[in-house]
T-cell receptor
Framework: KAGVTQTPRYLIKTRGQQVTLSCSPISGHRSVSWYQQTPGQGLQFLFEYFSETQRNKGNFPGRFSGRQFSNSRSEMNVSTLELGDSALYLC?????FGGGGTDTQYFGPGTRLTVL | AQKITQTQPGMFVQEKEAVTLDCTYDTSDQSYGLFWYKQPSSGEMIFLIYQGYYDEQNATEGRYSLNFQKARKSANLVISASQLGDSAMYFCAMRELLSNTGNQFYFGTGTSLTVIP
């Protein structure tokens, strides 16, 4: 099975712009979660989508949004970029049904966003 | 309160030796899962091993084993016969199965492991 793919891998934007990141989960997985990783804050949960519905959301401002399509692919959008949004954005997929080990999250390579 | 605590920011180990990376967790959920991930400098998070709260035996996956002590709420990762390719950041994570948090994982701050030749 192909793994989780994320595009683009690298992105440079300027303050005030918006950005859209894409994630394609492992075939058959219906849950997609997004995390932001920075040196100062570590790994922080952004949101999770399951069957096109947001199932949970982390403590991020409304500038961060996401969606999931019927084929389970997911996008996240950040509007009005700030310098502090520079981070590695990781997407993780899992089956999304059960508990425990059956819902192990498998991560993509990440998108490294730099805001100038 | 932190859900996952990793108290070792950096660790060094000699090649071919074993090393233990510490992880303690905090949850009031009666049902949870514990995970370890490896993150090389490339950035991708690689799943290593899983331990369910209900597992009486410690999980093992090749050179990785998890020293699970439920009463102490600890889930330490043991890497045996360290290899140079084991040099990376290691993250402990938890999923609470009964709370209304979907599939949210809580991560620790990580431990940077360096394997010395």
């Amino acid at each position: 099975k192909a793994g989780v793919t994320q595009t683009p891998r690298y992105l440079i934007k300027t303050r005030g712009q918006q950005v859209t990141l894409s994630c394609s989960p492992i075939s058959g997985h219906r849950s997609v979660s997004w995390y932001q990783q920075t040196p100062g804050q570590g790994l922080q949960f952004l949101f999770e989508y399951f069957s096109e519905t947001q199932r949970n959301k982390g403590n991020f401002p409304g500038r961060f949004s996401g969606r999931q399509f019927s084929n389970s692919r997911s996008e996240m959008n950040v509007s009005t970029l700030e310098l502090g949004d520079s981070a590695l954005y990781l997407c993780a997929s899992s089956p999304g049904f059960g508990g425990g080990g059956t819902d192990t999250q498998y991560f993509g390579p990440g998108t490294r966003l730099t805001v100038l | 309160a932190q859900k996952i605590t990793q108290t070792q920011p950096g660790m060094f180990v000699q090649e071919k030796e074993a090393v233990t990376l510490d992880c303690t967790y905090d949850t009031s959920d009666q049902s949870y899962g514990l995970f370890w991930y490896k993150q090389p400098s490339s950035g991708e998070m690689i799943f290593l091993i899983y331990q369910g709260y209900y597992d009486e035996q410690n999980a093992t996956e090749g050179r990785y084993s998890l020293n699970f002590q439920k009463a102490r709420k600890s889930a330490n990762l043991v890497i045996s016969a360290s290899q140079l390719g084991d040099s990376a950041m290691y993250f402990c994570a938890m999923r609470e199965l009964l709370s209304n948090t979907g599939n949210q994982f809580y991560f620790g701050t990580g431990t940077s492991l360096t394997v010395i030749p």
